[in-house]
């Protein structure tokens, strides 16, 4: 099993559709969350931390799940700019700072 | 600040031949990486620098790869020989634990094409 999975998707919506990504990790003792998002020939860039008790960005909603280990992102009234690759970021615990990174859940939001 | 650069920004070049990647990290950062993403393998942690010392460098493919980080300012990612599956964007990033969620700032890249 993968260490940190996602659907690779394409997620293909309209605007101001809803859409949930999930992600997966295995190691139970992972401590730090996040979503970063990459654009087409771009760096990935940090879009927001998962806290355990979920947070709320705008449009963005992440939530854990440690029971299930599981992180998710919700974007609410999707725009066209938010076409890009979402990647998930889990970080172990016990001082090993290697962050590794899921492949990546493709969306593409359509007029 | 500049973020984090990465020189070239593109790079052609012949099986065989030495390529050297550059890397100036975020002014204060005390943490450098260096990934490689292909489409088929995603993006890849190769090795990773605290304080200017390789701390884990087990992601590094082969005896090919090399990495050095000389000072605090500056990195390189050495390829002696390149071969074609080499062929990737290499991405260096920099971070801080002491900065608020220890976030990763990553360069633009650097696309490599081994003919």
């Known amino acids: ?9 394409p997620f293909n919506v309209p605007e101001g559709a809803t859409v949930a990504f999930n992600c997966t990790y295995s190691n139970s003792a992972s ?9 087409c020939r771009k760096e990935p860039k ?14 963005f909603t992440a939530q854990l799940n440690r029971a299930s280990q599981y992180i998710s992102l919700l974007i609410r009234d999707s725009k066209l700019s938010d076409s890009a ?15 590794t990174f899921g492949r990546g859940t493709s969306l593409i939001v359509h007029p | 600040d500049a973020g984090v650069i990465q020189s070239p920004r593109h790079e052609v070049t012949e099986m065989g031949q030495e390529v050297t990647l550059r890397c100036k990290p975020i002014s ?11 489409m088929m393998r995603g993006l890849e942690l190769l090795i990773y620098f605290n304080n200017n010392v390789p701390i884990d460098d087990s992601g590094m493919p082969e005896d090919r790869f090399s990495a050095k ?19 990737a964007v ?12 220890e976030t990763q700032y990553f360069g633009p890249g650097t696309r490599l094409l081994v003919l």
């Open chain 1, 31 to 39: 401590q730090s969350f996040f979503w970063y998002r990459q654009d």
């Open chain 2, 28 to 38: 204060g950062h005390d943490y450098l990486f260096w990934y490689r993403q292909t």
């Open chain 2, 90 to 101: 290499y991405f260096c990033a920099s971070s801080s634990p002491r900065s608020k969620r």
């Open chain 1, 46 to 59: 940090l879009l927001m931390s998962v806290y355990s008790s979920g947070n709320e960005d705008g449009r």
């Open chain 2, 69 to 87: 980080m000389p000072n605090a300012s500056f990195s390189t990612l050495k390829i002696q020989p390149s071969e074609p599956r080499d062929s």
């Open chain 1, 1 to 9: 099993r993968k260490e940190v999975e996602q659907d690779p998707g």
């Open chain 1, 85 to 99: 690759t979402y990647l998930c970021v889990v970080e172990p615990s016990g001082g090993s700072y290697i962050p």
